[in-house]
């Protein structure tokens, strides 16, 4: 252990590990921190930081000075804190720092927060030290080291720590810091695509059939197709009233020994699945009577053209309207006879929605999912190992604020005029809210939570036919059934 303790040698290295960029208001702060990094072996020696009280001569030229110090230290941390940001000097030792690194590939930059500032925009793509909370030094300062030694950043504010000597102490005796593994204790908030449902039907229908397919139940042109319905253990299940002699189901039932039941029995046992399908079902008929086509293989519900042209919905938010174009002309690319690209027609592209119920611990939810599909003339989709490419264009591009703006607009769809999607179930209803679920958890990654109301606004130059997510009074004055205009 001697031998390894003096092969630590206490002589300035010519390697500088660590250049601090501070103000002077900041320099005991940023002192008392230098000593701390230097008392760290690294490499058989310790390592070296750059100080102005300790490094700059006096009387020679500062910016000189300033330039062959960043140049020749592995790192550059700048301590940022009001003072730093207000003064002008250290702003010429970060546009400095900043041009020795710009992408920020080399990582050799080390934003240092010291105190709530905004970030300069230079500086906010790269990870930044959270110094604010004298309360978790230690492991900003654990952190700090293992960028300093090329060591994994630790994930959790008390994880397995590397081993650290006690500056105060004998340099050469390490102490080692270690704990349970855990990510950092912050709050954040997430946002979710879950519509919770906030009003079931009270009850169900069942009553023995001699249906066995769906499509064996006859329906006269002209007349309004039945309700939803489940044929499931020679029965017939719906929401409508099947002890009524006038339900269009009738004839094709023993009314004699039709039944109601608790619909909210059906969770929990043996027909929890029926139950999940008989709302799935009891959507899908809702959404058709919307306009909204459904696309069984893909599960997916789209709009179709309006007599050849674009489907455009409306809306007016703030006194504003938006449009979005949820069904486009899609165009491909073939080669003519002179050997030359042109784009041709090839059918439509449209924004869909995948949507269904699903039943967790905390509750029963509409799940909604954007996508986007290819037909072949607005009703038939284009399926095929080329079309999933082709669809990756636009999901892959989408971001986050996008994704959240498209589930807005899509709920609004659903509920059309409404401040939640209500839907008949016979004589019952079902009601679904338009506010996704949300949560927070009690870790993360510190500085790194994500602002929801600024992302939600932040690209909409980029995309301006897709709704904000504004309160619920102003949400939607929609648009007419046919058209798709404002009604």
């Known amino acids: 252990m001697a031998d390894d303790a003096s092969s630590l040698s206490k002589t300035p290295s010519p390697v500088k590990d660590l250049f601090l960029c501070h103000t002077g208001a900041d320099k005991p702060w940023v002192e008392a921190l230098a000593e701390k990094v230097e008392s760290v072996p690294f490499d058989g020696r310790f390592l070296r930081v750059v100080f102005d009280k300790w490094d700059f001569t006096h009387a020679k030229n500062i910016v000189l000075e300033l330039e062959r110090e960043i140049d020749v230290c592995r790192f550059i941390g700048i301590v940022l804190s009001k003072a ?19 992408s920020g590939s080399k990582g050799r930059v080390i934003p240092i927060l010291i105190e709530n500032v905004a970030i300069p925009p230079t500086l906010r ?14 492991a900003s300062f654990l952190e700090l080291i293992a960028v300093l030694r090329g060591e994994n950043i630790p994930r959790g504010r008390g994880g397995l720590l590397p081993s650290l000597p006690l500056a105060a102490t004998t340099p050469f005796a390490p102490v080692v810091i270690t704990s349970m593994v855990e990510a950092d204790k912050v709050q954040e908030r997430l946002i979710s695509n879950l519509l919770p449902v906030v009003e079931l039907p009270s009850h169900v229908f069942g009553a023995p059939t001699t249906l066995r397919l769906k499509s064996d139940l006859s329906t006269t042109e002209g007349k309004p197709s039945p309700p939803p319905f489940l044929l499931r253990s020679g029965c017939l299940f719906s929401f409508d009233d099947l002890c009524d ?50 696309d069984k293989k893909g599960q997916r519900f789209f709009f179709t053209p309006i007599d050849g042209k674009p489907k455009r919905i409306s809306w007016v938010i703030g006194g504003k309207r938006s449009t ?22 090839f059918g439509w592209r449209h924004q869909g929605i995948r949507a269904n119920f699903v039943l967790l611990p905390a509750g029963l939810f509409l799940r909604i999912s954007p996508t986007w599909l290819l037909t072949t003339d607005g009703k038939s989709v284009r399926g095929g190992p080329r079309v999933g490419p082709i669809l990756s264009q636009w999901l892959n591009q989408e971001r986050n604020g996008q994704i959240l703006r498209s589930l807005r607009f899509w709920s609004l769809v659903m509920s059309r005029n409404q401040t939640e999607i209500k839907i008949s179930a016979g004589h019952q209803f079902l009601r679904i809210a338009l506010s996704p679920a949300t949560g927070d958890i009690g870790f993360g990654i510190l500085c790194d939570t994500v602002d929801y109301d600024r992302l939600v ?20 004055r929609l648009f007419s059934q046919m058209t798709g205009e404002p009604a």
């Open 84 to 102: 730093s940001l207000a003064a002008d000097w250290p702003t010429l030792e970060r546009t400095i720092a900043v041009w020795s690194d710009p």
């Open 125 to 138: 793509v790269r990870r930044w030290i959270d110094f604010r909370d004298p309360e978790t030094f230690d």
């Open 245 to 294: 002699e006038s339900s269009p189901f009738h004839d094709v039932i023993d009314h004699q020994n039709a039944k109601r039941e608790e619909f909210r029995s059906w969770f929990g046992g043996e027909k929890q699945n029926w139950a999940i399908e008989l709302l799935n079902i009891t959507f899908k008929d809702a959404m058709y009577r919307r306009y909204l086509r459904f």
């Open 324 to 345: 979005r174009e949820v069904t486009t002309p899609h165009t491909a690319t073939k080669l003519n006879d002179r050997g030359e690209k042109e784009r041709i027609p």
């Open 457 to 476: 606004h932040a690209e909409m130059d980029d995309d301006l036919e897709v709704p904000a997510l504004v309160p619920e009074a102003e949400q939607l």
